[in-house]
């Protein structure tokens, strides 16, 4: 089998294991994702290859970025260590494991809300912070997943072309 076909079809399953790492925190997302493409674009060494890395790898790093900025721009406003959210996280890790499928973010949101109540002493405002911690972590998983997606998108038209005018 030829080395491009098998190097293209390991790099589309680490891209898509990239995109559901980006809604899913415990796999790698972006950063798998250009990887993926560096990879892939070493191995074709064609326009396509590079284009698909440039743009691709432009998305994801954008989005990664995107994420990461818009979650701690909208934590900061509100006023929200970074402990409840290590807290929220080390739980939805053991959620994962303790409830398939939906322990991970049953566990985060646990997490979340206990060390929020630790902090603020009242339930009320803790539900409140918390609230507002899940939608700006949702907000950047939105955005790096568009992004992530994009990327996707401009490897698999590089695909399309590369081996159309091979």
Known sequence: ???????????GLAIGVGVAGVVVPVLPGSILIIGAL????????SGAGWTALGVGGLCALAG???GIILTGRRLRERRIPGR??????????????VIPVVGLFVGFTAGLLLSETARLRDLRSAASSSVAALKAMGLGILVE??????????????VWVHFATR
Do not use: R
């Open 1 to 11: 089998m030829d080395l491009e076909i098998v190097v293209t079809v390991l790099c």
């Open 145 to 158: 997943l568009a992004l992530a997606c994009a990327a996707g998108s401009a490897w698999i038209i590089a």
């Open 38 to 45: 560096l990879a892939w674009a070493l191995t074709v060494t």
């Open 84 to 97: 409840s959210i290590t807290i929220g996280l080390v739980l939805g890790v053991v959620g994962m494991f």
């Open 64 to 66: 990664l970025l995107a």
